[in-house]
């Protein structure tokens, strides 16, 4: 077994594997490289930056990747009723979290309300048979909450093609394991956990699975005193407090597992793990008092 990693996203990835070929790095790369010249809010030439930068109405080409994952934010963002939204871009930027980088101070409470206004997937006119997208109103797309899980499903399956039978790969905290280690174990992860709270980590065997994790420790900035994460939920335009530390949901689909858990995390306690249920999501959710929360279709996995 070999151990390939790098940087991407603004974070790192890497790669275990079990009798890699040839090239295996530079075609993870390549992999990587597609994605961010797509769907990158940070990379001013991304086809993302060029729609956010176009006036609302214009149609724009996009890559094949691009598409994949509008489908599946545009779908998470309907059943989650808007928790989820690839179009809250605005929002994401006036609290310090995008390209326009970190704010000093909170946002007027105008600021807000017109963020708010700007927030949406209902401006998203999307053509996937066509492969083009345009926008009717001038929101921002942001697929953060998602792209780092669409990109964890593009590395596996490159190596799928390239034969790879047994892998871990890892992007910022988003896993995904297949096939067994070379003793025959399967891949054992420890489910990430806040570093403020004290429990014992949930451990689960990753074998055809994608595990991600959304958690208001990870980034945040500090106004007064209080600290502001960076999960904003788009219906207030404001970064969430409902008391939600940490959100894990495992599936089969690694940009789903990404999107779900960023909005359960908007959610909260009661109505995420309500929706969890409903959607059969298996999902583990951790709030700042030291409740644990298991949906039942973890449970079952887990038994």
Not at 184 to 196: F, I, K, R, T, Y
Not at 198 to 218: C, F, K
Request: glycine fraction near 10%; proline fraction near 7%.
């Amino acid at each position: 077994m070999e151990t390939f990693g790098g940087e991407t996203m603004g974070t790192t990835w890497s790669a275990k594997i079990v009798a890699p070929p040839t090239g295996v790095q530079s075609a993870i790369e390549a992999v990587l490289a597609t994605i961010i010249a797509q769907m990158s809010h940070w990379e001013p030439t991304s086809e993302l930056s060029r729609i956010n930068n176009s006036p609302p109405g214009t149609w724009h080409r996009i890559g094949p990747e691009f598409a994949q994952v509008m489908t599946t934010a545009l779908d998470v963002a309907k059943r989650s009723n808007g928790a989820f939204d690839p179009a809250m871009g605005v929002a994401v930027d006036l609290w310090g979290f995008g390209p326009p980088g970190p704010r000093v101070g909170l946002p007027s409470e105008a600021e807000i309300e017109a963020a708010r206004a700007l927030c949406g997937y209902d401006a998203i006119d999307f053509d996937p048979l066509l492969l083009r997208l345009r926008l009717t109103r001038p929101v921002r797309l942001d697929l953060s909450g998602i792209a780092k899980g669409y990109a964890v499903d593009a590395v596996a399956a490159r190596l799928k093609a390239m034969g790879c039978l047994d892998f871990l790969v890892e992007i910022g905290g988003e896993l995904l394991g297949e096939g067994i280690q070379p003793d025959g174990q399967p891949w054992w992860v420890d489910v990430e956990a806040p570093p403020s709270l004290s429990i014992v980590p949930l451990r689960i065997a990753l074998h055809g699975l994608a595990v991600a994790t959304s958690g208001d420790y990870r980034r945040a900035f500090v106004a007064g005193g209080t600290a502001y994460a960076h999960t904003i939920d788009p219906h207030t335009a404001r970064p969430v407090v409902n008391g939600t530390a940490s959100v894990t949901v495992l599936h089969r689909d690694r940009a789903q597992a990404d999107a779900w858990a960023s909005a359960l995390t908007v959610l909260g306690p009661a109505a995420g793990m309500a929706l969890a249920e409903r959607k059969g999501l298996a999902a583990h959710m951790l709030t700042h008092d030291g409740n644990d929360r298991l949906s039942p279709a973890l449970l079952t996995m887990l038994a």
